[in-house]
């Protein structure tokens, strides 16, 4: 014998009585989500680099223009001071060709062309030395930064002034004795860092 029993559930749906209506309303979700810097503010960061980037190069290439416009009129003014010293030296007088006497004799004579005696070269001014070791130390590219006086007597080269290291003081008298015309280099450069 089966047992067999049936249940049955019933569920009704029975509306809840409130005291207050329920009222939905959607809104639009809207995020504004501020991350970092906007397009514009980039942009204008940028453009104010470039202009002072721009400021800058103009400037040192101002002082690098003035610095050489400088050093230009010191080596004119010496160029002119040693071509005025050139100018006030009294001229030496021109050297004429050997004459050539032939005793008179009663043999034929023959006469050998005279030739002219070979061209000797004159040592340069002391003026013109002075202005070569000057041009050879502001060809330098570090000696050029520093003042240093040149004055010539005879062979001799005297150079004085004020340099940062005993490097460039034996530089400035390496590059004085290579100069043509300098017999002895007396160095006064006083080091000074």
Do not use: C
């Not at 995020?31 to 040192?60: D, F, N, P, Y």
């Amino acid at each position: 014998m089966n047992d067999y029993s049936e249940r049955r559930t019933v569920v009704e749906d029975t509306p809840i009585k409130r005291a207050r209506p329920v009222v939905e309303t959607q809104y639009d979700s809207v995020v504004h989500e501020h991350r970092g810097m906007s397009g514009g503010a980039v942009a204008a960061l940028v453009l104010a680099a470039i202009a002072a980037a721009v400021v800058i190069t103009m400037l040192v290439l101002n002082n690098q223009q003035k610095a050489n416009d400088d050093e230009l009129a010191q080596e004119r003014a010496r160029a002119a001071a040693a071509q005025q010293a050139t100018s006030q030296q009294p001229a030496q007088p021109a050297q004429q060709p050997p004459v050539v006497v032939v005793p008179s004799s009663p043999m034929p004579t023959v006469t050998a062309p005279v030739t002219p005696p070979a061209p000797t070269e004159t040592a340069p001014s002391s003026a013109q030395v002075e202005l070569d070791v000057t041009s050879k130390l502001l060809g330098d590219g570090e000696l050029r930064a520093y003042p240093i006086d040149v004055k010539v007597a005879g062979r001799t080269a005297i150079l004085s002034g004020q340099v940062p290291s005993n490097e460039l003081k034996t530089r400035a008298e390496q590059l004085a004795r290579s100069v043509k015309g300098v017999g002895r280099v007396i160095n006064s450069i006083t080091v000074q860092p």
